[in-house]
């Protein structure tokens, strides 16, 4: 079993709408979540962490369901900026120094 | 910019050869780590060095290896190479106490023929 899993997608979605990712983590232990943004032949870039409260950075909202392993990412009011691939990311266990990414999942917003 | 370089940005070599990459690391990170990214999957972690020395290390076979140099920039040294080794070798710098948050330089993408 992978230690994360998503939907590869694609996703392919209006301008403007909402679209929600989400990812599965197999290690209980696991510390920190985050998520990434890649753009095509780039490399990843943090776009944000994800706390137990849940967080929100302007359009976008993290959740992070612990007792389901599970991590979502919602983007509201999608632009065609927002086309890239989303990376979801855990740190497996406290004191680890290595990231454990989803294969991610590909984003197209459409004009 | 994240202030991480890697070079070449693209390498040609054939099965059995070997190659070494380079990566010079944000201003003030102390801390390597490097990625394997093939194509259509995420980041693989390889290996990370703290001060000059190893510290963790992937499911990568040890014809992976790496340095960190005293002005922590580094080197990913990859013997024999095999078809499979084709990818986007990432490297990412960051400060100890914040291992989470990895600054990645643009990769080197690897093809072996």
């Known amino acids: 079993r992978k230690e994360v899993e998503q939907d590869p997608g694609p996703f392919n979605v209006p301008e403007g709408a909402t679209v929600a990712f989400n990812c599965t983590y197999s290690n209980s232990a696991s510390q920190s979540f985050f998520w990434y943004r890649q753009d095509c032949r780039k490399e990843p870039k943090l776009l944000m962490s994800?706390?137990?409260s849940g967080n929100e950075d302007g359009r976008f909202t993290a959740q992070l369901n612990r007792a389901s392993q599970y991590i979502s990412l919602l983007i509201r009011d999608s632009k065609l900026s927002d086309s890239a691939t989303y990376l979801c990311v855990v740190n497996p266990e406290a004191g680890a120094n290595n990231l454990f990414f989803g294969t991610g999942t590909r984003l197209t917003v459409i004009p | 910019e994240t202030g991480v370089t890697q070079s070449p940005t693209h390498l040609i070599k054939t099965r059995g050869q070997q190659v070494t990459l380079r990566c010079s690391s944000q201003?003030?990170?102390?801390?390597v780590s490097w990625y394997q990214q093939a194509l259509g999957q995420g980041p693989q972690f390889i290996f990370q060095y703290y001060r000059e020395e190893e510290n963790g290390r992937g499911n990568f076979p040890p014809r992976f290896s790496g340095l960190q140099f005293p002005n922590y920039s580094s080197e990913l040294n990859v013997n024999a190479l095999e078809l499979d080794d084709s990818a986007l070798y990432l490297c990412?710098?960051?400060?100890?106490?914040?291992?989470?948050?990895?600054?990645f330089g643009p990769g080197t993408r690897l093809t072996v023929l």
């Open positions: 201003s003030g990170h102390n801390t």
């Open positions: 994800v706390y137990s």
């Open positions: 990412a710098s960051s400060l100890p106490q914040f291992t989470n948050e990895q600054f």
